[in-house]
């Protein structure tokens, strides 16, 4: 398994998140002479493509080859960016929302797909998942809602018994509408729906609360998984937690950073998440 060398790059301090990684993107790309494309926008991102090695630069070369191996795991890579049609550059490249070096969900399919990952006793007692787990990304609790209904909606990933919503540059966990909120035929029994935040007439963090009815319904755990860069993510989770009536369910509720995740991984996924995230195990 090749090891990343150490990458110094040289990143402004205190910019915001995304600036940095479109910055640190751009360097990977160029030292390493990856193939990639940029948007156009007050904040532009930068894509990565294939390469003729059946390589993709948005992704550590050991987890990408377990994708390609996986099924299901290779079916993921298919949704197409949301900004393609209007900005693209190269006509013959469609851009796909996982090559974006913004994605959550492919920094995510980078650790937990690396083949030393789940294998790691430290990983697993960190996550508390049992050492044959096997991730499934895109997985759809279907949490109950009213008239004897499901909901069809996705949460990042679910390994063993835990739900993962994974965030990095997003800038929120969505607002919904109360009437959407108030489908669920759960809502008034997992919280006390006045501690709920809002704004504008809107509910707000509306993918956590989805996360915790749908460890309520399924009696798994339920982690949101974030950068420590982003102390508005992590207390827009705890805000959540606070409006749950369950002691019991509150417990299975759980808060990880990127950079706590790594201080578990192999060393050189490690070096990867360094150079190409920012992402330092805590304390480094």
Known sequence: ????????????????????????????????????????????????????????????????????????????????????????????????????????????????????????????????????????????????????????????MKIDCLLVEAKLTESDFQSARCGLISRYRDLEAVFDLIELPSRNGKVCSYQLIRGALAAHATGDSFCVLCDARRPDLIEAWYRIIRAVRSHELRYRLKLLTWQELAGVLPNDLRLFLAAKYGIHQSGC
């Not at 479109?22 to 193939?35: C, D």
Request: glycine share 6%; charged share 30%; proline share 6%.
């Open 1 to 156: 398994m090749p090891v990343l060398e150490h990458l110094d790059f040289d990143i402004p301090e205190g910019i915001e998140l995304r600036t940095e990684l479109s910055l640190r993107a751009l360097q990977f790309a160029k030292v390493k002479g990856l193939r990639y494309d940029r948007t156009d926008g007050a904040a532009p991102g930068v894509l990565f493509g294939h390469s003729d090695e059946c390589q993709h630069g948005n992704f550590y070369p050991p987890s990408y080859r377990e994708i390609a191996n996986h099924p299901q795991w290779e079916r993921r890579l298919g949704k197409v960016h949301t900004a393609f049609k209007r900005a693209r550059v190269r006509a013959n490249w469609d851009w796909k929302e996982l090559d974006c070096a913004h994605s959550s969900d492919a920094l995510l399919m980078n650790i937990f797909c690396h083949p030393g990952v789940l294998i790691s006793e430290r990983a697993q007692a960190m996550l508390g998942v049992d050492s044959h787990a096997v991730p499934e990304f895109g997985f759809k609790p279907r949490t109950p809602i009213h008239n004897d209904k499901r909901d069809n909606t996705e949460i990042d």
